[in-house]
Nanobody
Framework: QVQLVESGGGLAQAGGSLRLSCAASGSIFRPYVMGWYRQVPEKQRELVARIYSGGSTNYADSVKGRFTISRENAKNTLYLQMNNLKPEDTAVYYC?????????WGQGTLVTVSS
């Protein structure tokens, strides 16, 4: 089993920054993919960014150049540095780990960006 715990959400002003963290524990073996997703009420959860075991990354077009995903393998921790935040970034952000055909989700952390 894998457990994921997000932290770092909160309130930020437009143009500000926040850093999300996702601590993973349990049976974590490479290869795996980790990512950040977000969801607003009445909309589908969408990919924000993901990072592969080899270090390659993907970003949603809406966050390119503003968000950076990274991973600290020694601590089994995933990060999302969010800069130049916009009100439309307001959402619940979820961490996901995918491996061996399985998907594990964290409980989510709320990010609210005020204009």
């Amino acid at each position: 089993q894998v457990q994921l715990v997000e932290s770092g959400g909160g309130l930020a002003q437009a143009g500000g920054s926040l850093r999300l963290s996702c601590a993973a524990s349990g049976s974590i073996f490479r290869p795996y993919v980790m990512g950040w997703y977000r969801q607003v009420p009445e909309k589908q959860r969408e990919l924000v960014a993901r990072i592969y075991s080899g270090g390659s990354t993907n970003y949603a077009d809406s966050v390119k150049g503003r968000f950076t995903i990274s991973r600290e393998n020694a601590k089994n921790t995933l990060y999302l540095q969010m800069n130049n935040l916009k009100p439309e970034d307001t959402a619940v952000y979820y961490c996901k780990l995918s491996k061996g055909g399985m998907e594990y989700w964290g409980q989510g952390t709320l990010v609210t960006v005020s204009s």
